[in-house]
């Protein structure tokens, strides 16, 4: 089992950057891909960024393509999301996910595991 601990988020203006961290607890987070999902009020939680378990290969939904980047360090059981050039559109509660695939799924329904959010506020 694995625990998921989001840190990070917080208020930023338009244009500015913001990173989160996800501290997963366990011996095993090599073992496990792992994303950044959001959830603006009343819409559906979405795909954000995913990484493979090594860090090799990573995936991004394409409102993020150049924006976002991210990464993981094993060693400390981590994976960030550092957001570049902001947009109020960003505005949501974030979410790290962690599951056993080979290749990071972009579907909720996939995920294992989840952290609690952190909020992220873009104002204009």
């Known amino acids: 089992q694995v625990q998921l601990v989001e840190s990070g988020g917080g208020l930023v203006q338009a244009g500015g950057s913001l990173r989160l961290s996800c501290a997963a607890s366990?011996?095993?987070?090599?073992?496990?891909?792992m994303a950044w999902f959001r959830q603006a009020p009343g819409k559906e939680r979405d795909f954000v960024a995913a990484i493979t378990r090594t860090g090799r290969s990573t995936y991004y939904a394409d409102s993020v393509k150049g924006r976002f980047t991210i990464s993981r360090d094993n060693a400390k059981n981590t994976v960030y999301l550092q957001m570049n050039s902001l947009k109020p559109e960003d505005t949501a509660v974030y979410y790290c996910?962690?599951?056993?695939?080979?290749?990071?799924?972009?579907?909720?329904?996939?995920?294992?595991?989840w952290g609690q959010g952190t909020q992220v506020t873009v104002s204009s």
């Open positions: 366990g011996r095993t987070f090599s073992s496990y891909a």
């Open positions: 996910a962690a599951h056993g695939a080979l290749v990071p799924a972009r579907q909720v329904i996939a995920y294992d595991y």
